[in-house]
């Protein structure tokens, strides 16, 4: 917005100038985005406890978790808030993106909403039932998906595979389908990998900060040409938002490091899940996710193993999934996991990256 305001008056004040590079309104929008989770983090931390709204832990969970019980929730409103403020400010309303972005940031984190508000009301941990999730996620990624395939680029059904120069197939009509699992598997893998203090938060501000590097180079022809990655017109924008996530992030860690002052809760995790998917899809590395996110893959996959090992065999592959929990019961201290969790991530986002150049 401040780049469509402020710009054109570049010939009454020439400062106004910067407005037109992607890397100022990236570097401010993740200050942007900081500032408001720093400066309004104390103010919701006691808002939701004079509400009450506290987090209830699963009965079968670790048991050094039961004294987290009552911990502030749903602060995963504060990182929504933080996002869509600064996005608005900082990245270009003449985009698609933008508002693919903001769709996804506030559609998914609609659905995590209901469920810890309902959560908070039954004094449970159930909160909404599986299908009634998924069907709130399969709609809003429904939109996303069919808004991308009407208005995005020609790149937009193809296909890219990392150490690939060309797409592999142009999905077409298909590309909707796609899309709504790509979005629904990532906003629940973000979902499931939230459960020690930090941990998620840590992991999407190192996805957040390779997405803005992936997404300034797809934004530009020249880098995009070297590189031999698809060029996504207005795709710079993207860098805006991920640097947005970031600062966010940042900002929700101070909170959120353990010991937790607040919690984000579904309203957190699966509005962060999705807006880590919509960009995924936006910058064109559907498949590549699978690296740069690879703990939420890791911490899926544990739950998906142990579901299938239990039905088949009547026995437990891990101590308790999803991962994090194995760990935790296996000795190691939270504190311990998420810090190797995030070395796991780190690695993650380097090996991400490096494949911009073995092709």
Same mark, same amino acid.
């Given at each position: 917005?401040?780049?469509a =305001?402020?710009?054109? @008056? +570049?010939? /009454?004040?020439?400062?106004?100038?910067?407005?037109?590079?992607?890397?100022?309104?990236?570097? !401010?929008?993740? /200050?942007?985005?900081?500032l408001?989770?720093?400066?309004?983090? &104390?103010?919701m931390?006691? #808002?939701?406890?004079? @509400?009450?709204?506290?987090?209830?832990?699963?009965?079968?969970?670790?048991?050094?978790h039961?004294?987290?019980?009552?911990? &502030?929730?749903?602060?995963?409103?504060?990182?929504? $808030? *933080?996002?869509?403020?600064?996005?608005v400010?900082?990245?270009?309303?003449?985009?698609? !993106?933008t508002?693919?972005?903001?769709?996804?940031v506030?559609?998914?984190?609609?659905?995590?909403?209901?469920d810890?508000?309902r959560?908070?009301?039954?004094?449970? *941990?159930?909160?909404?039932?599986?299908?009634?999730?998924?069907?709130?996620?399969v709609?809003?990624?429904?939109?996303?998906?069919?808004?991308l395939?009407?208005?995005?680029?020609?790149?937009?059904?193809?296909l890219? #595979?990392?150490f690939?120069?060309? &797409?592999?197939?142009?999905?077409?009509?298909?590309?909707?389908?796609?899309?709504? #699992?790509l979005?629904?598997? $990532?906003?629940?893998?973000?979902?499931?990998t939230?459960?020690?203090d930090? #941990?998620?938060?840590?992991?999407?501000?190192m996805?957040?900060?390779?997405?803005?590097?992936?997404?300034?180079?797809?934004?530009?022809v020249?880098?995009?040409? !070297?590189?031999?990655?698809?060029?996504? &017109?207005?795709?710079?924008? @993207?860098?805006?938002?991920?640097?947005a996530?970031a600062?966010?992030?940042?900002?929700?860690?101070?909170?959120?490091?353990?010991?937790?002052?607040i919690?984000?809760?579904?309203?957190?995790s699966?509005?962060?899940?999705?807006? /880590?998917?919509?960009?995924?899809?936006?910058?064109k590395?559907?498949?590549?996710? %699978? %690296?740069?996110?690879?703990?939420?893959?890791?911490?899926?996959?544990?739950?998906?193993?142990? +579901?299938?090992?239990?039905?088949? $065999?009547?026995?437990?592959?891990?101590?308790?999934?999803? =991962?994090?929990?194995h760990?935790?019961l296996?000795g190691?201290?939270?504190?311990?996991v /998420?810090?190797r969790?995030?070395?796991?991530?780190?690695?993650f986002?380097? %090996?991400?990256?490096s494949?911009?150049?073995?092709?």
């Amino acid at each position: 917005m401040l780049k469509a =305001l402020l710009f054109p @008056l +570049v010939r /009454v004040f020439t400062p106004f100038n910067v407005f037109q590079y992607i890397t100022f309104r990236a570097a !401010y929008a993740a /200050v942007t985005s900081l500032l408001i989770a720093f400066l309004l983090g &104390p103010w919701m931390i006691g #808002l939701l406890r004079r @509400l009450r709204f506290g987090e209830e832990i699963r009965n079968d969970g670790p048991k050094s978790h039961h004294a987290k019980s009552g911990t &502030p929730t749903m602060g995963g409103v504060l990182i929504i $808030t *933080s996002v869509v403020v600064s996005g608005v400010l900082w990245m270009d309303p003449g985009t698609v !993106y933008t508002w693919v972005a903001m769709l996804a940031v506030l559609g998914f984190g609609s659905i995590g909403l209901i469920d810890d508000l309902r959560k908070i009301r039954r004094h449970d *941990s159930s909160g909404i039932r599986g299908w009634g999730k998924i069907v709130g996620q399969v709609l809003v990624g429904s939109v996303i998906a069919v808004v991308l395939y009407l208005f995005g680029t020609e790149a937009t059904t193809q296909l890219y #595979l990392p150490f690939v120069k060309n &797409p592999v197939i142009d999905m077409g009509i298909f590309y909707v389908p796609f899309a709504v #699992l790509l979005l629904v598997a $990532t906003s629940n893998a973000v979902n499931l990998t939230d459960g020690l203090d930090g #941990l998620a938060t840590g992991l999407v501000l190192m996805v957040a900060l390779t997405f803005a590097v992936l997404a300034y180079l797809a934004g530009r022809v020249d880098f995009a040409e !070297y590189l031999q990655i698809p060029y996504i &017109p207005g795709g710079g924008e @993207l860098a805006v938002l991920s640097l947005a996530l970031a600062g966010a992030c940042v900002g929700f860690l101070w909170f959120n490091g353990h010991p937790a002052e607040i919690m984000m809760g579904d309203t957190g995790s699966l509005s962060l899940g999705g807006v /880590v998917g919509a960009l995924a899809l936006m910058v064109k590395k559907e498949i590549l996710l %699978i %690296i740069v996110g690879g703990v939420f893959v890791l911490e899926a996959v544990s739950v998906i193993i142990q +579901v299938i090992g239990f039905k088949a $065999t009547g026995r437990r592959i891990f101590r308790m999934a999803p =991962l994090h929990h194995h760990f935790e019961l296996a000795g190691w201290s939270e504190s311990k996991v /998420v810090l190797r969790f995030w070395i796991l991530g780190g690695m993650f986002a380097i %090996i991400a990256l490096s494949t911009l150049k073995i092709r």
